[in-house]
């Protein structure tokens, strides 16, 4: 998995690139915190490109959130695909990555 980061002035985007999978959690979630205290207080997730999403790979989102709100930094999806969109609303947490998209914007 490869993260890419572009930053402006109010978000930072994180751009996933690859599975997001059990066999990929420990070296993205490395990847996702590393500089962590850089990032602008929106980070916006972009998982277009992510090719296979299990449970570990939406543990390790919802850490993210976690982690993220706890540090009072906002984190949302602003692009995905059919297969993250499945997983997500199969298991009713789409709305946690969506609700602070829309406060991101005011």
């Given at each position: 998995m490869k993260i890419t980061r572009k930053k402006n002035k109010d978000i930072?985007?994180?751009a996933f690139d690859g599975d997001l999978t059990?066999?990929?959690v420990t070296e993205t979630k490395?990847?996702?915190f590393a500089d962590h205290e850089r990032l602008t207080e929106n980070i916006a997730l972009?998982?277009?490109k992510?090719?296979?999403i299990d449970t570990a790979g939406v543990?390790?989102?919802l850490f993210a959130k976690r982690f993220f709100s706890d540090v009072n930094k906002n984190i949302f999806i602003v692009k995905s695909n059919e297969i993250v969109d499945s997983v997500l609303h199969k298991l009713d947490i789409y709305s946690q990555?969506?609700?602070d998209?829309?406060?991101a914007s005011l």
């Open positions: 930072t985007t994180l059990i066999y990929q490395d990847e996702l972009d998982l277009h992510v090719g296979e543990q390790l989102l990555f969506t609700q998209a829309k406060e």
